[in-house]
């Protein structure tokens, strides 16, 4: 497969999200939070047939896991 990454940029729960989404074989697309220098990271993949469903898969459970944590005092 050529590599031909596209990244999607979400603001979820007051924070940005960089998401990148590969082709991993035909019709088959992985989505994961971008890795930057010095910060942590976890690779949480999602997948769906396009770049756009597998991104959107991994923005809806940000959403939702957002949504359980308390929003900082304003």
């Given at each position: 497969?050529?590599?031909l990454?596209?990244?999607?940029e979400?603001?979820?729960g007051g924070?940005?999200?960089?998401?990148?989404a590969?082709?991993?074989?035909?019709?088959?697309?992985?989505?994961?939070?971008a890795r930057?220098p010095?910060?942590?990271s976890?690779?949480?993949p999602?997948?769906?047939?396009?770049a756009d469903?597998?991104?959107?898969?991994l923005v809806?459970?940000?959403?939702m896991a957002?949504?359980?944590?308390?929003?900082p005092?304003?």
């Open positions: 497969m050529p590599t990454t596209q990244r999607f979400q603001e979820i924070h940005l999200y960089v998401i990148e590969s082709p991993i074989q035909a019709n088959r697309w992985r989505a994961q939070i930057r010095g910060m942590p976890a690779l949480m999602f997948y769906g047939t396009t469903e597998a991104a959107t898969l809806r459970w940000l959403t957002h949504r359980g944590q308390p929003q005092a304003p």
